[in-house]
């Protein structure tokens, strides 16, 4: 895969993917190291790189979409969000439900344009753009009566919080049973 080095604002190094320049598994002489190559933040991590009309039958979809967080281990869960143009799947509709004294792993996959996954109370932001799954891993303290975390797109587009139609979803923190 063939990926491009970015300065960033404060003089950082942000490594991006760019659409269309994937490459197949033979050899092109670069010998540089995958693994530094990943896009790593405390606000995210590309995971994998998939068709945005595709996302559905990507195997972190199958096995994690659903509205209530999917136990992986211990404490660790999983879910997998879908962002749309004012929609997250789970999230808008229906909160995403997680557990109590949980580390919750959320991938995240745009199938139109770059969205952001925001839960302000927890310090996440993150970019999502179409083709490319992000994991950003949060923790959930314990259950205090309606624990809820609002989700926001901190992106131009989608940010109308005037206006009914912003882009917002909820996860809510249950008991543990």
């Known amino acids: ?8 604002l404060l003089g950082s190094t942000t490594v991006i993917s760019l659409p269309g320049c994937l490459d197949d598994d033979s050899s092109t002489g670069d010998e540089t ?5 990943d896009q790593t933040s405390p606000d995210g991590e590309v995971v994998a790189e998939v068709d ?3 996302l559905s039958n990507h195997e972190l ?6 509205e209530e ?11 997998a969000v879908k962002l ?10 229906d909160p995403i439900e997680v557990p109590e004294n949980s580390e919750v792993s959320f991938y995240l996959g745009s199938k139109d344009v ?3 996954f925001t839960i302000e109370e927890k310090g996440v932001n993150v970019e999502v753009p179409p083709g490319e799954i992000i994991e950003v891993t949060v923790q959930f303290e314990e259950y205090e009566e309606s624990t809820e975390y609002e989700i926001t797109c901190s992106e131009r587009f989608c940010e109308k919080p005037e206006q009914q139609d912003a882009m ?6 249950l008991p543990e049973p």
């Not at 917002?168 to 923190?173: C, E, Y």
């Open 168 to 173: 917002t979803g909820w996860i809510r923190v």
């Open 1 to 8: 895969m063939k990926r491009r080095e970015v300065l960033g």
């Open 61 to 66: 979809f199958e096995q994690y979409q659903a």
């Open 52 to 54: 945005p009309d595709d």
């Open 114 to 116: 770059t969205h952001a």
């Open 84 to 93: 749309l143009q004012y929609v997250y799947i789970p999230g808008t509709v």
């Open 69 to 79: 967080a999917t136990h992986v281990e211990d404490d660790e869960y999983a879910v």
């Open 33 to 37: 190291d995958d693994s530094e190559l």
